[in-house]
């Protein structure tokens, strides 16, 4: 087997199901209902790559910075220095497209490749080595046609593979349902998929974390039980199957 | 009387505990005070060891309460299973508060992630209190099966345990299979002591 560059997502349990790592330059989909941990797992990769000093980037879409930096103290992980140094770098994927003087329900073709070349740069410009878009959901409700957002996805995917950086983008779905994204587009593009799920045990729900697949891997499939703690952000346990 | 009993327990405890890595103790509903005294007066002499208490049967207030000794100690750190369910959301640094009785893999994780803090050279020690308990809020098969995980994590970590088992008139026998996981079963009896 060729030796891969992988990226270390610094949460031990998910890299242990992944054979090591993410192939360096994939394009993962988190998939998961509201509250399933998508914010929160984005967040750690970014800064679990901050400390091993990767620069990341987060465009949060769906969230404004106050909120999100605000949910995130909660967790011991989340280190403001690192944001402060610019080793994590929070941007509001809003206020780049007020600025670029977008509409903001709907994009046309034109505003889509200026929105894709601003974030082509500023990638490009920070040398990140972790990108995660959250939501790409919201994102590609702005995009008009099936054929835009695989065209986006497609092309966002690619120059940033060319730079060496992983991608983390989020996909919002309805609870409990054995789908991946909502413009059933997404999961095809994306290289690697990870499912945040649940089951429901004595009427309490249990967070399950499934990797649904690691193009270039040969990685876990075991569907495992996922914890969101305060101190440890997230770990992920056998699922017990009785 | 009840002093002797309580030290009688210590005095088995104690040497149940060295000896076996897995310990399950089986006692009548009666003894359950008397014999939670003994555990937690015998976990105060040994400041030495570590000391993980999952109480899945009292709340972690109730346990410092009834035993007010317990809050100082190092060596002790409690993980309360039922706190949360019943609505109380006192937290406490000696203390990791999960969020129900049935997140047992939850519950795995935190007991490994207490002794990961924990130098490789001080004896480890778990008391679960109560596999019956737990056996309430979960299907017999899957508090089985969480039970064998973390007799197989705990033995490869070199960490001893004692489960309780209360028992109960005419209980299920298939309740009792449970704690004949363990190594060693003491059976506490009134006349034992
Ligand atoms: N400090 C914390 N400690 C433990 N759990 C937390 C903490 N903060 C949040 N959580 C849990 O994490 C869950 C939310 O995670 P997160 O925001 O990452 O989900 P999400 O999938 O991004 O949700 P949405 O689709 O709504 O954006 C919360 O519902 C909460 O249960
Ligand atoms: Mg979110």
Redesign the interface.
């Known amino acids: 087997m060729p030796e891969e560059e992988l990226c270390v997502t610094g949460m031990a349990d998910l890299d242990n199901l992944l054979g090591g790592g993410i192939p360096v330059g994939s394009t993962v989909l988190v998939v998961g209902s509201s509250g399933s941990g998508k914010t929160t797992l984005c967040m750690q990769y970014l800064v679990n790559g901050a400390q091993q000093g990767e620069r990341g980037v987060f465009f949060t879409i769906t969230e404004p910075l106050f909120k999100l930096t605000k949910n995130m103290e909660g967790f011991s992980f989340y280190d403001k220095k690192l944001i402060e140094s610019g080793m994590v770098n929070l941007i509001d994927l809003r206020i780049i497209s007020e600025r670029l003087g977008l509409d903001t329900e709907k994009y046309s073709v034109e505003d889509a490749a200026a929105l894709l070349d601003v974030l082509k740069d500023i990638a490009d410009e920070l040398n990140v080595k972790r990108l995660a878009i959250d939501s790409i959901t919201a994102l590609c409700y702005r995009l008009q046609s099936k054929e835009m957002i695989r065209d986006f996805i497609f092309k966002l995917g690619s120059s940033l593979a060319a730079m060496n950086c992983t991608t983390f983008l989020t996909s919002e779905v309805p609870p409990r349902k054995f789908q991946y994204s909502q413009h059933g587009i997404e999961e095809f593009i994306s290289d690697g998929i990870i499912f945040l799920g649940d089951i429901e045990r004595k009427g309490d729900l249990i967070r399950t974390f499934q990797l649904i697949k690691m193009r270039g891997m040969a990685h876990s499939r075991t569907k495992s039980a996922m914890i969101i703690s305060s101190n440890n952000g997230i770990e992920l346990a056998p699922l017990l199957k009785s | 009387m009840v002093n002797t009993l309580i030290d009688g327990l210590k005095e088995r405890i104690s040497k149940a505990i060295t000896i076996n890595q897995s310990v399950g103790i089986m006692l009548p509903s009666k003894n359950y005070s008397d014999l939670t005294q003994a555990l937690l007066e015998y976990i105060c002499s040994r400041t030495e060891d570590a000391w993980v208490y999952v109480t899945i049967t009292k709340p972690y207030d109730n346990l410092i309460k009834q035993f007010g000794d317990l809050s100082g100690l190092e060596n002790i750190k409690f993980i309360d299973c039922i706190s949360r369910a019943a609505g109380i959301s006192n937290t406490n640094p000696n203390c990791v508060f999960i969020?129900?009785p049935?997140?047992?893999?939850?519950l795995?994780?935190e007991i490994i992630?207490v002794f990961k803090n924990v130098d490789d050279d001080t004896n480890k020690y778990l008391i679960l209190d109560s596999l019956s308990t737990l056996v309430i809020?979960?299907?017999l098969?899957?508090v089985?099966?969480?039970f064998y995980?973390l007799a197989n994590r705990t033995r490869a970590r070199n960490i001893h345990s004692v489960s309780l088992m209360i028992e109960e008139e005419g209980v299920d026998s298939q309740l009792n299979k449970l704690i004949y996981l363990n190594d060693k079963i003491l059976k506490v009896r009134d006349s034992f002591i």
């Open positions: 969020e129900s049935t997140m047992l893999e939850n795995g994780l992630n809020y979960n299907d098969e899957i089985t099966e969480f995980h």
